[in-house]
């Protein structure tokens, strides 16, 4: 037989995740009438919450739910580092869930789904939603959320979701200028074909300075894996020649293209000059090194636990959408 699940009460009681959670968590906080039907249900299906140590169903389980799409990206494992550090000075355990990626919009409405039943079952008493591949059913579901929710590293058009992040599209746009005032005219930005809020909002910034300028902008889509990156470069390089200069989402992606670049005879930065975006360790370890955005992932993860651990303990916040400093820090690959 299989375990009944959180999602299963609320399907049975015709009522949201977000609901079957409060009637758990915060019984008060939820109508008589709605609670005693939800409470006949998980007595019926006989639902048992997974909840903590602690988790009597009033109690504090002081443990945050940590949400990523996967572990293996540098700038991820940065921003756990610092939300880590920051929950453990706030006397906060982590407990991490990772979606992992999904082909289409139908798998990741499952995904999402099953995923937040399983924030809600685990009783955490708040969340860091890390992943930047956000759509409008995540969102609805981060509002719909019982406990205080802060994107991290990402951001929504939604006043009503606290924040922590660059401001992706102003330092696209000024990292653009700043080329464009240096005399470079032939400037390309390089993104993922799949759909990242933060590439987005890049992509936005620099758009504008090109349209600023009266330059033609060029957007490059490549499939983000590093192999078949390479054969994109390749092939772009052979038929089109390199740009002037190459912006470029990601760091591994840049170094990719420093190296499919120097293949094909092309200098750096003399005849291309090639921009990152996040200054990860890869841009210490490119030859030559990477100019970078310097994005203060440590500092995000940090900030976003901090104000995180604020809305969880005061319920509310002045400022509750935050953007870190960022500068650019310049290397080799660009002249």
Not at 210 to 223: T, W, Y
């Amino acid at each position: 037989m299989n375990q009944i699940k959180i999602y299963d009460v609320a399907g049975a009681a015709g009522v949201s995740l977000a609901t079957v959670s409060r009637v758990l968590n915060h019984p008060e906080k939820v109508k008589p009438a709605t609670r005693e039907k939800i409470e006949r249900i998980i007595k019926e299906l006989g639902y048992k919450p997974n909840l903590n140590a602690k988790g009597l169903a009033s109690s504090k389980s002081t443990t945050v739910a940590v949400v990523v799409p996967e572990i293996a990206r540098s700038s991820i494992a940065e921003i756990v580092n610092g939300i880590s550090d920051c929950a453990k000075r706030r006397g906060y355990l982590l407990r991490l869930f990772v979606t992992g990626k999904f082909t289409n919009a139908e798998e990741a409405q499952a995904v999402d789904h099953e995923l937040w039943g399983e924030v809600y079952a685990s009783g955490v008493d708040g969340v860091l939603y890390i992943n930047d591949e956000m759509t409008i059913e995540n969102e609805k579901s981060i509002l719909e959320c019982s406990v205080p929710v802060v994107l991290t590293n990402i951001s929504s058009s939604s006043n009503d979701l606290p924040m922590v992040s660059l401001d992706y599209k102003k330092a696209a746009h000024e990292i653009t200028k700043e080329m464009i005032k240096r005399g470079n005219k032939n400037i390309w930005l390089i993104k993922t074909i799949r759909t990242y809020v933060v590439n987005n909002l890049k992509e936005e910034g620099y758009l504008e300075a090109m349209k600023e300028a009266g330059l033609k902008p060029r957007v490059i889509e490549v499939p983000g894996k590093t192999e078949l990156n390479e054969l994109e470069y390749d092939k772009l390089i052979k038929e089109e020649g390199a740009p002037e200069v190459a912006i470029v989402v990601r760091d591994s992606m840049a170094v990719s293209l420093i190296n499919v670049a120097r293949l094909n005879h092309v200098n750096i930065p003399q005849d291309m000059q090639v921009i990152g975006f996040q200054n990860t360790r890869y841009a210490e370890l490119s030859r030559p090194k990477l100019t970078c955005i310097n994005t203060p992932i440590y500092e995000i993860g940090e900030k976003a636990m901090d104000l995180l651990t604020n809305l969880m303990e005061t319920g509310n916040v002045e400022n509750a959408k935050q953007y870190v400093k960022y500068d650019i820090v310049w290397r080799d690959s660009t002249k």
